[in-house]
């Protein structure tokens, strides 16, 4: 099993960043088989998305409307960031934290972001 944490999200006003931590516990084993690990975000009345997700071999993907002005990093197999700027009232949502290993996927309770002035 592996239990994910997020922080970070807060109310932002737009052309503002926010730095998203996520933090991963549980068994040792568990977490360093993680082979992506990455964000979701969900909106009132639209469906999960991908925000950006990295991989063990470092392999990044982003999604189309956040290209340029986010970057997920992995500090090691316990720590990932997304750094989020230029931030849109549009990416107000709720960002999960989402991780894989092959015992399934796990995923965090989820922070609030609000982009607003």
């Known amino acids: 099993q592996v239990q994910l944490v997020e922080s970070g999200g807060g109310l932002v006003q737009p052309g503002g960043s926010l730095r998203l931590s996520c933090a991963a516990s549980?068994?040792?084993?568990?977490?360093?088989?993680?082979?992506?690990i990455g964000w979701y975000r969900q909106a009132p009345g639209n469906q999960r998305e991908l925000v950006a997700s990295?991989?063990?071999?470092?392999?990044k993907r982003y999604a189309e409307n956040v290209k340029g002005r986010f970057t997920i990093s992995r500090e090691n197999a316990w720590n990932q960031y997304v750094q989020m700027n230029s931030l849109k009232p549009e990416d107000t949502a709720l960002y999960f934290c989402?991780?894989?290993?092959?015992?399934?996927?796990?995923w965090g309770q989820g922070t609030q972001v609000t982009v607003s002035s």
């Open positions: 989402y991780a894989q290993n092959p015992n399934g996927d796990y």
């Open positions: 990295i991989t063990n071999g470092g392999n």
């Open positions: 549980g068994r040792a084993g568990d977490i360093l088989s993680i082979s992506t």
